[in-house]
């Protein structure tokens, strides 16, 4: 039982990693219709499927370096990101 959850938990954060830059690129074929005026499902398609493909190369590099779950660790645990010591501390220091 623990493995299902293990590996449902690492598909999880592989689907993170890759629908990421995927929803990147539905956000700028949806900027460049509202710049033309005119709404194109095929350009918001286009850009959509390749930034799927981006984030699939993406968190299969990521997967098969470092690892999905060092990966969201490491932006987790960020400092800045995590709002216990950030750049607010860094300027007080200067």
Known sequence: MLKFVAG???????????VSPMLIGA????????????????IIAICTGLGLIVGIVWAEKTRR???????HG??????????????SDRKNSE
């Open 27 to 42: 956000f700028v074929g949806a900027l460049t219709c509202v710049v033309w005026d005119e709404v194109s499902l095929p």
């Open 8 to 18: 449902f938990v690492h598909v999880l954060l592989w689907l993170k990693v890759a």
């Open 74 to 87: 490491r932006l987790i645990g960020h400092p800045e990101i995590d709002g216990a010591s950030g750049m």
């Open 65 to 71: 370096t470092i690892g999905l779950s060092s990966f």
